[in-house]
């Protein structure tokens, strides 16, 4: 049998909604034993969150069940002495603790990082919020939407007609939640080198401001803000979104020999040799220009036609498909990128499995997202807790 990566690690999971379940997903899915810690009463919000209202009432909401596979689900109330006590267990053996709550909310439970440490040095306690720990904001709310605005990220997106415009996703907590992931399995690869456990501290908003790399480096070092371009990219022409007989066709010209090759492609060798077209720099200063020319042979053609035309000349170049055709691609279903999963009560669903592709240690969609509350009995029972103590606990709101 294949061994996975994260085989014995133990993940205390005290995460709601999206950023954190991102993160403890893609360990469940490298094998470590992800267990959620959720309140009695309704648990992760994320489980009333969907577009099946059915569901929601199930506390199975399609939001819940997008992130929270592989994983095991107990019920705990953490203000309670008991439920103090019961985590307080856990934590002896757990290997890392995953929260994202705001700063402060587990020191005053007593729970926090330095405390939790005195009983297990080795712990990995990472810490996801909106701002971090510290700082002028760090307790303010967030949510991804706030994020997305104050990063930087809203403002550089659409055109002058449509700006600032939104990612179509979550893109900032998805982002932290990876970042996340990341940093905890570099703090298990330190561990294992020095036995040492510690703090992570992981901000969305620092999360993401990286990925903006290229345009940053373009007000930092060149001093030059970005311009808002649409859908065409800023470091090459032709290089965006184009218009053709059927629809829209995405060419990436990036290089002066794919530019060339466009040329010929389309049947317009002669822009090659004008002065306003020779050179990168000088295309993309007459970015409007260029694209109506070449909308006016594009559009002479389905996409379809041209998308083979110009990958057969090494000009990347792709059809923009809706969500569903994305999903379904041939592409996606040869990479398994989705998987199927029975979830009981429910039927089978269909999730996004690990993306890296593990030749020795895969990652594997194995168990469908628990029912709240499901891994009660295993989980406190392997503490030495019987079935009447459960009962009692469960009468007093404790799980």
């Not at 999963?341 to 039927?347: N, S, Y």
Request: aromatic share 6%; net charge negative.
């Amino acid at each position: 049998m294949t061994r996975k990566v994260l085989e014995g690690i133990k993940v205390l999971d005290l995460t709601n909604v999206l950023s954190g379940p991102f993160t403890t997903l893609h360990l469940a899915q490298l094998g470590a034993e992800v267990i959620k810690v959720e309140n009695p009463k309704d648990g992760d919000l994320a489980r009333k969150l969907g577009i099946l209202p059915d569901l929601n009432k199930k506390l199975m909401g399609t939001s819940f069940l997008a992130q929270n596979c592989n994983k095991l689900s107990i019920t705990l109330n953490t203000k309670s002495p008991e439920g103090k006590e019961l985590f307080r267990k856990l934590v002896k053996d757990a290997d890392v603790l995953v929260e994202n709550f705001r700063p402060g909310v587990m020191e005053r439970l007593g729970l926090g990082y330095q405390s939790l440490a005195e009983i297990n040095p080795k712990l990995i306690y990472c810490a996801i919020s909106g701002f971090g720990q510290t700082g002028p904001d760090a307790f303010k709310p967030a949510y991804d939407q706030i994020i997305q605005g104050l990063s930087g990220e809203m403002a550089v997106n659409g055109d002058e007609r449509l700006n600032p415009l939104r990612a179509g996703f979550p893109v900032c907590d998805t982002v932290g939640g990876l970042n996340a992931a990341f940093a905890v399995m570099a703090a298990l690869f330190h561990r294992e080198r020095t036995g040492e456990g510690q703090f992570i501290d992981v901000a969305l908003l620092d999360s993401i401001m990286p990925l903006m790399g290229w345009i940053a480096a373009n007000l930092l070092i060149g001093g030059e803000q970005p311009t808002l371009l649409g859908n065409h990219n800023f470091t090459a022409a032709p290089s965006g979104t184009f218009r053709t007989q059927d629809g829209y066709i995405n060419i990436a010209a990036n290089k002066q020999e794919q530019w060339e090759s466009v040329c010929d492609v389309l049947g317009v060798p002669e822009l090659k040799a004008d002065p306003h077209f020779q050179e990168r720099d000088s295309r993309k200063q007459h970015r409007p220009e260029l694209t109506a020319l070449l909308e006016v042979r594009l559009t002479q053609r389905p996409t379809a036609f041209w998308v083979e035309a110009l990958n057969a000349k090494d000009v990347p170049s792709g059809a923009i498909l809706g969500l569903e055709e994305a999903l379904r691609q041939p592409q996606i279903e040869h990479r398994r990128v989705l998987h199927k999963v029975p979830v009981p009560d429910i039927g089978e669903i269909e999730v996004f499995g690990m993306t890296a592709l593990f030749e020795k240690t895969p990652g594997t969609v194995d168990t469908p997202p628990p029912v709240l509350g499901e891994h009660n009995e295993r989980i406190f029972g392997a503490l030495g807790l019987t079935g009447a103590q459960l009962t009692d606990l469960k009468s007093k709101g404790v799980i």
